[in-house]
């Protein structure tokens, strides 16, 4: 999420406030229903209707689903467009000729006709406009006829028996991409899907399976597409996948005034042996992809490494991964992290988290994970609303995107590493669940997305509610740091007080039937699951308890060096202990014993070792835990490490 500028001086962490958008006095109604089949596919299931269109228009059923799974994951959205105008499962576009200048940019298009498959599938089929846009059908047997247009203008055989490989083209003409890179990218995700296969549930009840089919597509057939064949990674110096569409656009790193101190917009250095590479912070812009590409190149603003458009996943980078981006508001994140911002608006949800963007990002994201050796779990690739406050001052101002719709679940499936469930080890005290509540049918309460005292449109969350007791009417858990002096966090769109969301981890501390009971922020976190429909799974893992003898244990937001460590020159940096604390008592998950306990000191324009640019090195070991809704440190000397029950 962006920030207003920031000067080096405000290194140590500032960021803006939390939006204030209403009060809650009690703990949230229960949860809405999930949305049940819309009209528009009473007359036919889905699965019928590709298999319908596939064989009236001549393309392979396999080929049909895949790119339905990569446009729209088989949704239609309840007639509702995406963020580049596209409707129902087939994401037939239907955009206004006025706005195409503006989309054109949105989408890097082919042309601006482009923007118009909706009229074209209404051309081939003779179906009305508004059926094409509201009805499942009447969409699908749409986007069946564009494809047979694309793979006949190819010059190449139609026919639901032909084999898929033969239909490579046409799936990367279907991308209405402006260059050869991003369509056959789009391609490739659509093959990688059908050799995999796939079976959901769609937002309207549908149920869909699609068995895996592997093929070895004709690859050069890209080549006979009128598209430019794209800007390659490796000529541009951009750190990509070379499958991704990917421009160099710098974040400038220059002097605006005066002072030593008065320059941006990111840090020069050397990572990693100016400080390793831990985190990937995921973030969501809250403005435009155009206006968060104007304002990375201000010096006089923030910077992050890169910036994911929402309609089709196209890439800029901005700093390079060795060099220090200032993005996490936590200086000692931003030392051990890449951001990345995702074009979005985190209170409209699903409406920006679009299926290219998750399939982009995840490719993005897999590409520096293997690069930097980042583990790929949900400890090392977080969100912004992860990010622990630095001192007790900063905590209530930090960030909370990419917020409660983003689908995590989802996102870790691309990755190649999902978020397991483990049946069996028994959920008891003693033990460590991970989180994990589905996300489409688990639609949580969520208040203020669209003013104060508004309800939040039903759809799929990432989290599940902490609760004070086990009670659906209890209040829910409090954040002392958060919402200093409040008795309870509230369900408001921003409040991630008493969200324990899909993959974060938390030792049980009491079981009672239904309820569990897990320790959060030094308290008692209750949230439903039952044995029947579970939303957490016990594994093994490492927690952290209080030395003996210790009442508590303070923790902190960032793992700085002892004073003793700091050269001549170099102003020690206190660490100071956040409002928090751990009990006897009380065990929280290790997510990472190999800590760097370090600061990089950078604070002037072009400044030279030995006394800026240069990483201190401590020798004081902390250790990163799960605890409450963000991460945060341990001293080692404070606790004891021993295995979960």
Aim: charged residues 15%.
């Amino acid at each position: 999420m962006l920030r207003r500028p920031k000067i080096l001086a405000a290194l140590a962490a500032v960021a803006l406030p939390i939006t204030a958008l209403g009060v809650s006095t009690g703990g949230p109604p229960a949860a809405a229903a999930p949305p049940g089949p819309s009209a528009a596919t009473a007359s036919a299931t889905a699965a019928s209707a590709f298999s319908a269109a596939a064989a009236k228009y001549g393309v392979p059923e396999s080929v049909l689903l895949a790119v339905s799974y990569a446009e729209s994951r088989w949704d239609d959205h309840l007639g509702a467009p995406s963020t580049s105008g596209g409707y129902g499962p087939m994401h037939l576009t239907a955009v206004d000729p006025s706005e195409v200048a503006d989309l054109s940019g949105k989408r890097k298009i082919a042309s601006a006709s482009s923007l118009r498959t909706l009229d074209k599938a209404s051309e081939l089929t003779g179906l009305d406009p508004a059926a094409l846009r509201n009805d499942t059908t009447a969409n699908i047997n749409g986007g069946a006829a564009l494809l047979a247009s694309y793979q006949r203008s190819l010059g190449l055989p139609v026919g639901a028996s032909t084999s898929p490989a033969q239909w490579y083209g046409a799936v990367a003409s279907y991308a209405e991409a402006g260059d050869r890179v991003a369509a056959s990218g789009f391609a490739d995700d659509v093959y990688s899907i059908m050799a995999r296969g796939a079976a959901r549930t769609t937002n309207t009840g549908q149920q869909i399976t699609m068995a895996p089919v592997a093929v070895t597509p004709d690859k050069a057939q890209a080549a006979k597409l009128a598209l430019p064949a794209g800007t390659k990674p490796a000529n541009s110096g951009v750190e990509c996948p070379p499958t991704l569409g990917c421009e160099w656009l710098p974040a400038p790193y220059s002097q605006y005034g005066t002072g030593a101190g008065d320059y941006g917009n990111h840090d020069l250095a050397n990572r990693p042996k100016t400080g390793k590479i831990d985190y990937i912070v995921i973030h969501d812009t809250e403005g435009s992809w155009q206006t968060t590409l104007n304002l990375v190149q201000d010096p006089t603003y923030v910077s992050w490494q890169y910036t994911m458009r929402s309609s089709d996943g196209h890439t800029w980078q901005h700093v390079k991964a060795n060099d220090v981006a200032w993005h996490a508001g936590n200086w000692y994140v931003n030392m051990h992290s890449i951001g990345i911002e995702h074009e979005g608006f985190a209170p409209q949800g699903a409406t920006w988290f679009t299926e290219a963007m998750y399939r982009n990002s995840a490719k993005l994201v897999s590409y520096l994970t293997a690069k930097n050796n980042i583990p790929v779990d949900r400890a090392h690739i977080i969100g912004h609303d992860q990010v622990p406050g630095t001192i007790p001052s900063t905590v209530a101002g930090m960030h909370w995107d990419p917020g409660p719709y983003f689908d995590w679940e989802h996102y870790f499936d691309l990755l190649g590493a999902p978020i397991y469930g483990n049946k069996v080890f028994p959920v008891k005290a003693g033990s460590i669940v991970t989180i994990k509540p589905g996300f489409e049918n688990n639609v949580q309460v969520v208040t203020d997305c669209t003013g104060a005292g508004t309800t939040c449109d039903p759809q799929g969350t990432n989290f599940v509610y902490l609760r004070q007791s086990p009670d659906d009417s209890a209040p829910l858990v409090k954040d002392v740091g958060l919402r200093p002096g409040a008795t309870a966090s509230t369900t408001q769109v921003s409040d991630i007080g008493a969200r324990a969301t899909a993959g974060s981890q938390y030792v049980v501390a009491q079981r009672q039937g239904d309820w569990v009971a897990v320790w959060y922020l030094g308290a008692l976190g209750w949230f439903k699951s039952p044995a029947s429909a579970p939303d957490a799974f016990a594994k093994p893992g490492l927690v952290v308890k209080p030395k003996a003898g210790k009442a508590s244990v303070p923790v902190y937001g960032r793992a700085y060096p002892e004073q003793a460590a700091y050269p001549a020159g170099i102003p020690y940096q206190t660490v100071t202990p956040l409002q928090y604390s751990i009990g006897a008592g009380q065990a929280y998950p290790v997510s990472d014993l190999n800590i760097e306990t370090d600061y990089y000191r950078a604070v002037t324009f072009a400044g030279q070792p030995p006394t800026d640019h240069v990483q201190v090195l401590g020798t004081d070991r902390y250790y990163q835990i799960w605890f409450g809704h963000r991460m945060a440190y341990v001293r080692a000397a404070d606790v004891d490490i021993s295995p979960a029950v």
